[in-house]
């Protein structure tokens, strides 16, 4: 388990507290029509924090080719025609480019400002000159009013509990999902970034955004800064 991470519920608990059977029951949001508005048409994605590939099918289903990429060989079981690969992401270097680079799932908000660097520059080193690098940032409210929950029509409950400091920017946050038949936490570290401090911390990478996609600024096209 990654330090201040853990996951309880049935099944497999990633390092990072991802409830394995939990992600393969979330229904896919609007990221797969926000990506295909943002990138070429039929382009090869390398596709970071795939989990059990709840984006990467409607991708493929879209005409994209996808490169799946997670710690988790738990994850990439249910992961079906893509290529996969078992990486954490911070150490991964396939000597390859690609059209497109996906940070998904509020990746670059990790506690740890290290790693963040190293997942940026995973970005970095794997996006084509002409390509650009998708990321999903959190909600200017995402750490603010208190627990909330929201009821998904396919009938669950996901409720964001708490979110406390814990010291140097970092927030312990903790997670429900309650499902009919089975119950899931999972509580993580985050660090909140102002659009200010993300722009920054894109720079470091030898990054820089193109143009915010979504008008509350979750969804980001970014592209080398060179």
């Known amino acids: 388990m990654r ?23 979330l229904p896919v949001g ?11 048409a039929g382009a ?12 990467t099918r409607p991708l493929l289903e879209r005409g994209f080719t996808v490169t799946a990429v ?8 249910h992961v079906r025609g893509a290529r996969t690969i078992r990486s954490a992401i911070e150490d991964l270097d396939l000597g390859e480019q690609f059209d497109v680079v996906m940070l998904a799932s509020f990746l670059v908000h990790t506690g740890d400002a290290e790693v963040r660097r190293g997942l940026l520059r995973t970005c970095a080193r ?16 995402y750490h603010t009013d208190l627990p909330r929950e929201r009821v998904d029509p396919s009938g669950f409950t996901v409720r ?10 970092v927030h312990a946050v903790h997670a429900e ?12 570290r985050a660090r909140p970034l102002t659009k200010e401090q993300f ?15 979504t008008e509350d600024r979750i969804w980001v096209r970014a592209v080398p800064a060179g």
């Open 3 to 25: 330090e201040g991470h853990q996951g309880t519920g049935p099944g497999a608990i990633t390092p990072d507290g991802c409830a394995v059977e939990l992600y393969s029951r």
């Open 30 to 40: 609007d990221e797969p029509d926000i990506v295909a508005g943002a990138v070429p």
């Open 44 to 55: 090869h994605i390398l596709e970071l924090g795939s989990g059990v590939g709840r984006v």
């Open 70 to 77: 997670d710690e988790s060989a738990e994850m990439l079981e």
């Open 126 to 141: 794997h996006v084509a000159e002409d390509g650009c690098v998708l990321i999903q940032r959190e909600g200017e409210d």
């Open 160 to 169: 964001i509990v708490s979110s406390e400091p814990v010291g140097d920017g």
């Open 177 to 188: 999902y309650e499902f009919p038949d089975a119950v899931w936490t999972q509580t993580f």
């Open 199 to 213: 722009e920054e911390a894109l720079a470091e990478a030898g990054l820089k955004v193109d143009r915010y996609l």
